[in-house]
């Protein structure tokens, strides 16, 4: 039920349509439980999505969690944690392709572009040791790093 009301939260906002009445129904709301199972869709999501998709995703999370949001902006990263992460959304992505990535980019985009502000470097360090823990230390950065020595 909570996770509906986010979604619609997430459409009627993109749609510039009113939601503070669905805003009322999550101002008693627990987020740190919310954010637990946002955790477990991530890490479901990361093994299919590789270090770079998920980046987004997880700065969305340390920043639903750890950031000074107001109920709205928590439903809407939420929202698009689970939009992201869930594999059935309005454009198939087994069925499109790449094309059905779209709307999740669409999505992703629109949010950063509501909370970005709020995403400070001790969440970007928080994302980067999340990544290196599952998928090891960057390859581009040990790259980059060999060639300001030489």
């Given at each position: 039920?909570?996770?509906?009301?986010?979604?619609?939260?997430?459409?009627?906002?993109?749609?510039?349509?009113?939601?503070?009445?669905?805003?009322?129904?999550?101002?008693?709301?627990?987020?740190?439980?919310?954010a637990?199972?946002?955790?477990?869709k991530?890490?479901?999501?990361?093994k299919k999505?590789?270090r770079?998709?998920?980046?987004?995703?997880?700065?969305f999370?340390?920043v639903?969690?750890?950031?000074?949001l107001?109920?709205l902006?928590?439903?809407?990263?939420?929202?698009?944690?689970?939009?992201?992460?869930?594999?059935?959304?309005?454009?198939?992505r087994?069925?499109?392709?790449?094309i059905?990535?779209?709307?999740?980019?669409g999505v992703?985009?629109?949010?950063?572009?509501?909370?970005?502000d709020?995403?400070?470097?001790?969440?970007?360090?928080?994302?980067?040791?999340?990544?290196?823990?599952?998928?090891?230390?960057?390859i581009?950065s040990?790259?980059i790093?060999?060639?300001?020595e030489?």
């Amino acid at each position: 039920m909570l996770t509906t009301i986010c979604l619609l939260i997430l459409i009627y906002s993109i749609l510039k349509r009113p939601v503070g009445w669905l805003v009322n129904m999550l101002e008693s709301v627990d987020w740190n439980s919310l954010a637990q199972d946002a955790w477990i869709k991530i890490v479901t999501y990361s093994k299919k999505a590789g270090r770079t998709s998920t980046r987004v995703v997880l700065k969305f999370y340390y920043v639903m969690k750890e950031g000074d949001l107001t109920t709205l902006e928590k439903a809407l990263v939420y929202a698009g944690i689970i939009y992201i992460a869930v594999p059935g959304d309005l454009l198939p992505r087994k069925i499109l392709g790449w094309i059905g990535v779209l709307d999740d980019i669409g999505v992703a985009v629109w949010i950063y572009k509501k909370v970005g502000d709020g995403i400070t470097p001790d969440i970007v360090r928080k994302v980067e040791e999340t990544l290196d823990n599952w998928f090891g230390h960057e390859i581009v950065s040990g790259f980059i790093a060999n060639l300001d020595e030489a």
